[in-house]
């Protein structure tokens, strides 16, 4: 069914059986590099047999197994709605969601971005969760299972394991609607160092977002301090990957024919990039960098980007006010972005896909007026440069609610509401409209405000996403409103400075205090 290269096959007699399931589809799941990394430490480990699913492949690739046939369901989740396709999953094959419900068989688990910010609202659902960076799961899963002789026992030796979380061993105790405290040992998030084994591609195929690229990653963690995002935290320290333990990655990728992905939160800051770029162009490799760093961008990069013919790059300006902007932990000016617009487009860059958001804490009407007036200047400036080119490309702009993640300096604030949200969206759109070359989209507010009561949830949570997950998405404004609970106090609401919050049994804001006044 799926025109790959890479993937293993191994008789699954003998072996602890791990499915694998990314609950998106193939093409969703294949561009993740987690998904990859996490198939290849299962497999590398002579006593694991790992096969995977989608929503699309409901059996496995591999061997079109049963779900039911393995021994760990592991569900790689990286955005917060796929929950909800987890649950739907569980229900299409018969198997109970609830952990009490299963006593051990099969066993659920789940790791990934989604699962590390908050596990929360499905720890209801799991047996046991996997917090933070998986490398060191393999072998623990391995000889938990073969040292054990039950379910019991094999809980017992993974509770020891860094990373591990056992939602039944560590509870939240409420006093009303709001969370007094916990009970229980507190887990501590998995942070692999030396960082010598970076993730890349191991299947390749066609049928995937990133088509024409071999992935790899080049660091881990963010050197930054945005105050919107979660990588920093969840993914700390940075850590550049020794130009050295790449090698054997970049010769796969030039074998492979592709272009090389260059994976990071910050490829600017990458201390040995000159090297990198040199080891690169020596294999013969063109690259497809990440989304660009804003005022760090050098003449040294843009001179390999021309060389590699890239056309396209992504730029995260977040919001059009400077004040604004710093106030994010993004330190750069709009006369800054449009000096990185220039340098881009004489390197050959046609086209610009531009990233904002909208409901920002302190965020006024003034506020979307300056992101129209900037992305007129991005446009003007733009296609002043590219006048003699064959073509005039596009600038594309992406606007999204921002919704306050667990673990980002904003988990704290209230999200905007949909329909507000909706006019200043609408307001950008209609200002934007008569701009030529200028392609405008969107994510609907009501998808924010779902994202944020699941982000933001508790183990209550659970029952209104099974519910969801037991309906089409057509009808899930019909289940909130039927749901006993307020979905708003999860989603909308302001949290009080000394509110104890759902994830805050593993937070690390009491080791960072003094991180306020560094750069973003």
């Given amino acids: 069914m799926w025109d790959e290269t890479g993937a293993i096959r191994k008789d699954p007699g003998g072996r602890l059986n791990i499915a694998l399931v990314y609950p998106n589809t193939y093409w969703v799941g294949m561009s993740n590099l987690g998904l990859h990394t996490m198939y290849r430490v299962f497999n590398d480990h002579p006593s694991i047999v790992c096969e995977r699913f989608f929503t699309d492949s409901p059996r496995s690739v591999e061997s079109s197994r049963h779900l039911n046939d393995f021994h760990i369901i592991a569900f790689s989740v990286s955005y917060e709605l796929d929950w909800i396709n987890m649950i739907r999953i569980l229900l299409d094959n018969r198997i109970p969601v609830r952990r009490e419900d299963r006593r051990g068989s099969p066993i659920v688990m789940a790791g990934g971005a989604a699962a590390t910010i908050n596990p929360e609202p499905v720890a209801e659902a799991l047996d046991f969760c996997f917090l933070g960076e998986g490398e060191p799961?393999?072998?623990?899963?391995?000889?938990?299972?073969?040292?054990?002789?039950?379910?019991?026992?094999?809980?017992?030796r993974l509770a020891k394991v860094p990373g591990i979380y056992l939602p039944e061993q560590t509870r939240p105790v409420y006093e009303g609607e709001r969370i007094r405290g916990f009970e229980g040992s507190r887990p501590v998030i998995s942070v692999v160092r030396p960082f010598d084994n970076p993730g890349h591609s191991v299947i390749l195929t066609d049928k995937t977002v990133f088509q024409d690229m071999f992935l790899t990653e080049i660091a881990r963690g963010c050197p930054f301090n945005c105050r919107f995002c979660t990588a920093r935290e969840i993914y700390s320290p940075f850590r550049p990957v020794e130009v050295d333990r790449l090698l054997p990655v970049l010769d796969r990728a030039a074998r492979s024919g592709k272009k090389l992905g260059l994976v990071s939160t910050s490829l600017n800051n990458h201390p040995r990039l000159t090297r990198l770029l040199e080891e690169i162009d020596a294999r013969g490799l063109k690259i497809a960098p990440p989304s660009l760093r804003l005022g760090m961008i050098s003449e040294e990069l843009l001179a390999y980007m021309k060389a590699s013919r890239v056309n396209e790059v992504t730029l995260a300006p977040e919001v059009g006010s400077d004040t604004l902007r710093a106030a994010l932990g993004k330190r750069v000016s709009g006369e800054e972005i449009l000096k990185d617009?220039?340098?881009?487009?004489?390197?050959?860059?046609?086209?610009?896909?531009?990233?904002?958001?909208?409901?920002?804490?302190?965020?006024?009407?003034?506020?979307?007026?300056?992101?129209?007036?900037?992305?007129?200047?991005?446009?003007?400036?733009?296609?002043?440069?590219?006048?003699?080119n064959r073509r005039i490309g596009r600038v594309s702009v992406s606007i999204n609610t921002m919704v306050p993640k667990p673990h980002s300096r904003y988990e704290r604030a209230a999200l905007l509401e949909p329909g507000e949200a909706k006019k200043r969206i609408t307001k950008i759109v209609k200002g934007l409209k008569s701009q030529s070359n200028v392609i405008v989209s969107f994510e609907g507010p009501k998808w924010a405000y779902i994202q944020a009561l699941i982000a933001r949830g508790d183990r209550r949570v659970l029952d209104v996403l099974t519910e969801m997950a037991a309906h089409d998405p057509s009808k899930w404004q019909e289940v909130l409103r039927s749901w006993p609970r307020n979905p708003d106090y999860y989603a909308l609401r302001e949290r009080e400075p000394d509110e104890i919050l759902p994830w805050s049994f593993y937070s690390h804001f009491e080791r960072d205090q003094c991180r306020d006044g560094e750069e973003g």
């Fill in 137 to 156: 799961l393999g072998d623990a899963l391995a000889d938990a299972f073969f040292a054990s002789n039950g379910y019991r026992g094999f809980l017992e």
């Fill in 341 to 388: 617009v220039i340098s881009l487009v004489r390197s050959g860059i046609r086209d610009i896909k531009l990233y904002f958001m909208v409901g920002l804490p302190g965020e006024e009407q003034k506020d979307i007026d300056d992101l129209i007036d900037l992305v007129k200047r991005i446009r003007q400036t733009f296609i002043q440069v590219s006048r003699g």
